[in-house]
Every structure is written in C-alpha cells, then in structure tokens.
C-alpha cells in the first residue's frame, strides 16, 4: 500500500468565503493514503466541512491546487471527480430527492445516464448492501433518521465511488443509528477496499480510524494516527475539543491523585488492562 | 385535517389503482367535459350509473366519497337554491317578486345537484387512487409535447417531484414552530383578525429561512450527485400502459356514444 500515491493531496488550500474576513481554510496541505478511514476533526466553524465541499468543487478554492482520485481539482474536472468522490451530508431530510426510496438511490444514476436495466439492479443492491431493500417503496416521511442516512449512503454506493466522504454523516442520529451506520461503513469498506474520509465531532469514532486530522480555526494543526494524536489529550482540550473517554478517565484519575497510568493514548482495553497492573502493584 | 378527503391517496390493489396514471388523469378531464353534454334525465341517468360502476371499481368506502362531497354541500346547495328560484319555465307554482317556483327551476337544480356530484365523486376517485408520486409522473409525461415549444418539462417535473416531497417535512416543521412559539406565550387562533394575522409571522419567517436552508443544502447534495439541469438524463420510474388502460378508453368511448344517442 506504501507505494501507492495517495488518492487526495492538498496543496497549501486556501477557501475565503465572500462576507467573512479570516479565510474558512488557511493554507492547508495534507495527503490521504487509499483505501484507509481518515477521521476530520475540529471545533464547529473550524472549515471541517469546508473542506469535503473544496475537494467536491462545492466551494471554490481561492488558492492552492488539489488532486482527488488522480484528477486535478478544476472546472473541467469537476464532473468526473464528483464520480469519484462521493458524499454523504449531515442531514438526512436535507439530501433526500427522490420522492421513495428507490428514486433516490437512482438520482446519482439518472443524473450518470446509466440505462434503466442496469440501474434496477444498480439499486437493488445498494440497497441491499445498507440493509434496506424492505424500504424501497417508501417514502422520506415514513423513515427514520438513520434509515434516511442509509439512504443516502446507497444513493452514493450505487454510483460506485472511490471516495466516500461522511460530512458529520451521524451527527443527527442516536447513539444506535450511528453505531449501525458506522459498522455499515466499515464493513463496505473492507469489502469495496473504499477510501473514507469522515468529518466528526464524535471522537469515539474518530478513535476508530486509521488516520486523524485536526483542523482548528482553518489551519491544520495536528495529522496522525490516533494513538499519536489523543495522547496530547489537554492541548485537544484547549483547541475546544473533547478527548475519547479514556483520556478523560485518565485525567479525572491524575486530578484524583492517581498518576501511575502511562502517558500515551490508551484504547478501552488497554485502559483496563493498565489499571489492572496499576491496581495489583498497589 | 384528518377528515378531509381532498387529494389523499388510499393505497390499494384494484384495477382502478394500478390504471396507467396518464390516462386516468385525461379520462377524468374528459368525464368532465362529457357532463356538461348531459341535458336530460336518461343521459345523467347514464352518467350517475358509471360513476356507480367506477367507484364500486375501487373498492374503497363509501364513506370516502362522501368525505370529498362534504366540504363542497354548502357550495351545491346553494347552487341549487339560486336555480330553483331564479328559473322561470314551463309551468310556474309560486312567485313573489323576482323569485319564482317553477318547473323548469326544479328539473335544472337537479341536474345541477346530479352534475357536481357526479363531477366531485369521480375528480375524488382521482386523487383517492392515484398516489402524488403517479400524479407527478403522469404530468411530467403528459407535458412532455412541450419540449417542443422549449418548456423545460425536465426541470418542471423534478420541481414538482422534489415539492411532494418536502410537503411532510414542511408540514412536520410547521408544527414544531407552532409548538415552539406556543411555548413562548405565542397564541394562534384566537384575538382578532389582525392579532390572528400577527401571530402567523412567527410561524412565517421561520419556516421560509428553514425552507431556504433545506434548498441550500438539497442543492449541494444534488450536485454532489452530479446533477446538471444541461445536461440529458435517464429516468428510473417509468409509466406502463397495459391492456387495462386500453378497455378503459374504450368504456368512455362507449359512454360517450351513450350519451350523444340519449341526450335531447
């Protein structure tokens, strides 16, 4: 996988939106390997969402240059890059088209002109693929949330992208659609070796992904694995960020006088594990 | 809300219901214009029978026909009063300065009452087995002569299809808003008309800033998915005519011939 390129480099991207002063993207570079789950993380305002919408040709950038799937973010390009990457927004109810089911899974496919015999089947098994294929006749107005995420997500599965963008894909869902849904997206990626790129608030998710990228107030300001980048857990804190439970366990601990626990960021288990020894020592 | 009838859908597995929705629409256009060619009693006899038969098709309720006549009774009772009093013919009962009881009054406020209800029963067999969706793909392929004259019959019909949609969603935020600002101390239905009047504001503006966001967002995700208004599309719901819809042209055609033989 090392000798891949990566599938999207950014190059010193700079967004400026028309009313406001600070740039909502200040020089930002950065590169994402293919095929791994890349977590976006910062503050509400920090140009998370800025971004997914730059690489897509939402927002046109005011400086620096992109590559998305090999192609170079531009007007000529931009059509065939949104083939590439796809994305599924924060609101459900916002992205839903079609008036059922089955319509909007095919909107992506209209819009591509796939020839309705491929399309029928098309949709079937993106449907299929999110666990919705009982769903199909129905309405919006009949679905729940996370079922219109699932949606969503088989509208944009059905258009067989590299890329699967998640712009706080489960920020409206309740901890149970968004654990189904993240489960959903981690088992397709491992079966259509997808690249996933989420942008979340949620860092127990963001705990889960192969790469994390911090974004504060435009700037990227920290890039790595999530070990790496929990374990400056205070300096998170100071960014206007939470830290995964296991810091902030550890840190209640250290307030409380504990402090034998290792410095490093510690998943659940190892958390365990760790007090374990800490408490037989004792 | 619950109790009127007018442009609900009720889901179901007659013929009626699985009718191709185009020709339902123009056949029921038609039936109109045949109404207004009935003239005495033998042709609205004819008329009366196969909405009867038409409606027994869906087999739905009764009572839903009756819940579409309903909130139109006072509208036909009162069209049928002016023509009881206001028609002078034939052979004349009572009269008191300019009204009159006459014949010609009495037969022309039945045929009045025969043609709206015959008119509402089949405009509301319509809607009650043709769902919004087959509404809306029916116009869109009934509009497509239009090209022609460069109407963007594409363009119409994902607005119209997008609009029936959002109907729910707005309809729910709606009623969120009133709650919230009833929450507020806000009192809807109640002062006068204009404290009524002021008192929608807070519902208003709202619902137009977060129909404005719903827009802005929609758009973002329709173009994410590659949607080009310039661009030429392919359709996945498509309208099939079946040997059904063909009998059914037929039926009017028969009944049409009915008609012009009976009529006076």
Redesign the interface.
Known sequence: MAEEPPIISIDHLTVRYAEQEQPALDSISLTIPAHSWTAIIGHNGSGKSTLI?AM?G?VTADGGQMTVAGLAVTEQNI?QI??RL??V?Q?P????????V??DV???????????PE??TR?DNALAQVGMTDFADR???HLSGGQKQRV?IA??LA?APAIIALDEATSMLDPQGRASVLQTMRDLKAKENLTILSVTHDLEEAAAADHVIVIDNGRLVASGTPPEIFAEGPALIDMGLSVPFTEQLKSDLAAGGITGLPADYLNEEEMADQLWKLYSTM | MNKLMIGRYLPGHSVVHQMDPRGKMVLTFYFICIVFMANNIWSYLVLGLFTLGAVLLTRLKLIYFWRGIQPAIILILFTVLIQVFFTRGGQIYWQWGPFALSSAGVVNAWFIFFRLVIIICMSTLLTLTTS??DI?SALSSLMTPLKWIRVPVDIIALML??A??FV??LM?ETVRIMNAQRARGVDFGSGSLLQQIKAIVPILIPLFVSAM??AE??D?????????TD????????IQWHRRDTLSIIAFAALTVVILFVRA
């Open positions: 919408k897509d939402l059509w949104r083939q796809g994305v927004f609101n109810e916002n992205q839903f088209v079609g008036a059922t089955a319509d095919a909107f992506g496919l209209e819009n591509a002109q796939v020839p309705r399309m029928l949709v309405e919006p107005a969503a509208g944009i258009l | 919004p969706l809306s299809s997008i029936l949609r729910p969603t729910d966001h719903h967002d929609l973002d995700a329709m173009t994410a998915r590659g949607y080009r661009a030429p599309r392919t359709t996945y719901r498509i």
